[in-house]
């Protein structure tokens, strides 16, 4: 079933959001809209009958059950959705699926907003979130360029530290495009820079027919003589920034990485993330754009499916 949101979640104030769901009543009345509990259960009770309605319950957790009223039993409104394993509130999901989405996700504003008691519990569902990036990207192989578009690629080293050391301790090269028009892009982590391991992920990311700007590293002489019919334009960055006859330049990709850095700094704090899950989730939201939220529900209703 296709989702529409009803409202415009994303532009949504934090006071706007706030009235939308303070109550257990507007708040199930929400996950319903946004298809993530059920208007009704799909499957009927142990006795065979479908005849469900939700029934005010004030012993159970989320104040609300099924109840069955034929035979009068019960199930959690949780069953068979994407809540069904957590052990928080049904406010403190959305909330945080809201903030997320805000990219207001540092542990300091979701703890205090959120009402988190551990510090393992953020950590936890930020990568869940980032589960559900990387689910999504699984689902639906990302590819970006196509014929008039161009993609800037360039290789970028992310230093490792060890952080109870400080110091660095190696080396590792991230290589990604990002497409100039829609600002969808790619970034994987690479052992090595030549011909061999990124002609592959080239092929495999950017669709024929694009053309490609990049410097001149030698791993890129191929390019335009691949299957994908690329058209290829180099910039020489020990002489311009820009190149005064064909205007190639692949600063789009420079901030993209700029970005990304940036936000892994701030997101990182005391917790070490893998570096490629944090791509992940970065493409996603640059896939995205200013519809995180209306997306992430989206994506959360094709990895959890109702049952
Ligand atoms: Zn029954």
Known sequence: MAFTPLLPFDSFTDREWVEHTNTTEKIIEFCQNIGLIPISPTTPCAKQHNNWYMGACARSRDKYLWRCRTCKSTRSIRDGTFFSKSKLELRQVIDLLFYWSQCNDSH???????????????????????????????????????????????????????????????????????????HECFAVLVDRRDAATLLPI??????????????????????????????????????????????????????????????????????????????????????????????????????????
């Open 108 to 182: 300091e504003h979701l703890r205090r907003h959120c009402k988190f008691a551990s510090e393992s519990t953020i950590v936890d569902w930020k990568n869940f979130m980032r589960d559900i990036c990387a689910t999504y990207f699984l689902l639906h192989p990302p590819t970006i360029g196509g014929v008039g578009h161009i993609v800037e690629i360039d290789e970028s080293s992310w230093t490792k530290r060890k952080y109870n050391v400080g110091r660095v301790v190696n080396n590792q090269w991230v290589f990604g495009g990002t497409d100039r028009i829609t």
């Open 202 to 307: 080239i092929y495999q990311y950017i669709l024929p027919g694009t053309t490609i700007h990049s410097d001149q590293w030698a791993a890129y002489n191929n390019i335009r003589n691949g299957p994908h019919h690329y058209i290829h334009f180099t910039v020489n960055h020990s002489q311009n920034f820009v190149d005064p006859l064909t205007l190639t330049h692949t600063q789009n990709i420079e901030n993209m990485w700029m970005c990304a850095k940036m936000k892994k700094k701030r997101q990182m704090g005391q917790h070490v993330t893998l570096l490629q899950t944090h791509l992940t989730e970065f493409m996603w939201r640059r896939r995205f754009g200013d519809r995180p939220f209306e997306n992430m529900v989206r994506s959360i209703r094709e990895v959890y499916p109702l049952l």
